[in-house]
């Protein structure tokens, strides 16, 4: 490393990490911060990342694990690999974790491994970017990176997932990985685990999680907002859970991320998964990208 990458490394730091701001509470975000804080994640008897399958070794090389804790280490969230530097996540994933105007210093990023707990290849963070528009009480614009101080090693098990910024509609086959937990009060599974999803159409998330709200008022979960959200439903039993937040949900046909996992009624009881729709946020997602990185490469 030169001076001068020094020099320019020092300026991208500052300008990725800015302006604090205090925690909120979390509504049922799919994250897995319920050990760091005693907050109001839900969990219910059918609570599971359900129906999931074991994802084949290194069939998901732009996985990120988000762990924290210097002893115990503890599970947050996913991200994926979106550059050299750059790992795409849940805005609730980072504002979980944010302490006094900063990020732990345990925070690490896992990359490589089908284990959330491997330390094998492990990456410190320099900072956020959030979306400016995100709001927490609503989970909404749920959408943030996280940027790593040295460059991601990339190989056969590490590499960076490519963005589909196509709108998708009703009918798509997606996939998502995750560590989200299988049970209510498990923990989660060590190997990360795959489902396939099916998205719906935006109406019918809306009027669904309408229906869901109805049902289950006590969980007071947001509505959804079909412009930048798109959702997934499989079946009752089947779905997203704590932990899964911050993944990549993934275009099957195309291999391009399409999604982030955001939040749902936990967890796979009968009512739509809900995701950041990431064709919705294109001129943020490059803009940060292009921040945090572009001198990087001087
Ligand atoms: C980093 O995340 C925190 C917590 O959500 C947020 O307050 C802050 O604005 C973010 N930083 C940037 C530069 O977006
Ligand atoms: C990771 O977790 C598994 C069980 O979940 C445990 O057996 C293993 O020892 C852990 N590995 C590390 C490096 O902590």
Redesign the pocket.
């Known amino acids: 490393m030169t001076v001068k990458t020094g020099i320019i490394f020092i300026t991208l730091a500052l300008g990725?990490?800015?302006?604090?701001?205090p925690?909120s509470e979390d509504l049922s975000q799919f994250s897995n911060h319920e050990e760091q804080e005693a907050t109001t994640v839900k969990v219910s008897p059918n609570n599971r990342l359900v129906g999931a399958s074991s994802a084949r070794s290194g069939a998901h090389p732009w996985v990120v694990a988000m762990t924290t804790g210097s002893t115990v280490r503890s599970f947050t969230c996913a991200g994926s690999i979106i550059s050299q530097r750059t790992v795409l996540t849940a805005?609730h994933c980072?504002?979980s974790l944010?302490r006094d105007?900063a990020?732990p210093s345990s925070l690490r990023l896992s990359v490589g491994s089908d284990r959330w707990n491997s330390t094998a290849d492990q990456y410190l963070v320099s900072?956020?970017?959030?979306?400016?528009n995100?709001v927490?009480q609503i989970t909404k614009n749920d959408i943030?990176m996280l940027f790593t101080y040295t460059d991601i090693v990339f190989s056969r098990r590490v590499r960076p997932i490519a963005i589909g910024y196509e709108f998708i509609g009703a009918g798509v086959k997606t996939r998502v990985a995750g560590w989200g937990r299988t049970g209510a009060g498990a923990p989660n599974p060590s190997r990360l685990l795959q489902i396939d999803l099916t998205t719906i159409d935006g109406e019918r998330c809306e009027r669904d999680v309408a229906e869901a709200n109805e049902k289950w008022p006590n969980m007071r979960l947001p509505h959804t907002e079909s412009h930048i959200e798109l959702c997934t439903f499989h079946s009752r039993g089947r779905g997203t859970c704590n932990g899964d937040s911050g993944g990549p949900l993934v275009r099957v046909s195309s291999g391009k991320q399409v999604g982030i996992v955001s939040w749902g009624f936990p967890c796979a009881l009968g009512a739509p998964d809900v995701f950041v729709r990431l064709s919705a946020f294109q001129s943020w997602i490059e803009k940060n990208i292009d921040e945090c990185e572009y001198e990087y490469d001087e």
């Not at 900072?127 to 400016?132: Q, R, S, V």
């Open positions: 990725c990490l800015t302006t604090p701001t925690n805005a980072i504002d944010y105007g990020l900072g956020n970017a959030t979306h400016p995100y927490s943030a």
